[in-house]
């Protein structure tokens, strides 16, 4: 079982910066493409971006590639999603997630386990 544990969530204005991190437990981590989701309220969650396991890819949504960076550090078996000119409508509860499959890509990154979540607010 992997276990996903976000931090760094908080209340930033807009304009400002957070970063991410979510911890992985377990020694699997570097077999893992890694993403970030986030759900606003009263909207469906949406992806937000994914890195490969080794982290030579990445992909991000069109909404924050400009603004936000997904890293890892399998040595320590974490990921980090770097978040920059914060916008008001980025407020929502960010999601750490797994994909656990040997055969997944991170063109067809699609997650099997999934973090509790972390709160970020953006105060305009």
């Known amino acids: 079982q992997v276990q996903l544990v976000e931090s760094g969530g908080g209340l930033v204005q807009a304009g400002g910066s957070l970063r991410l991190s979510c911890a992985s437990s377990g020694r699997t981590f570097s077999r893992f493409h890694m993403g970030w989701f986030r759900q606003a309220p009263g909207k469906e969650r949406e992806f937000v971006a994914a890195i490969s396991r080794s982290g030579s890819g990445t992909v991000a949504a069109d909404s924050v590639k400009d603004r936000f960076t997904i890293s890892r550090d399998n040595g320590k078996n974490t990921v980090y999603l770097q978040m920059n000119s914060l916008k008001p409508e980025d407020r929502a509860v960010y999601y750490c997630?797994?994909?656990?499959?040997?055969?997944?890509?991170?063109?067809?990154?699609?997650?099997?386990?999934w973090g509790q979540g972390t709160q970020v607010t953006v105060s305009s």
């Open positions: 997630a797994a994909d656990a499959n040997v055969y997944s890509t991170i063109s067809n990154y699609s997650p099997d386990y």
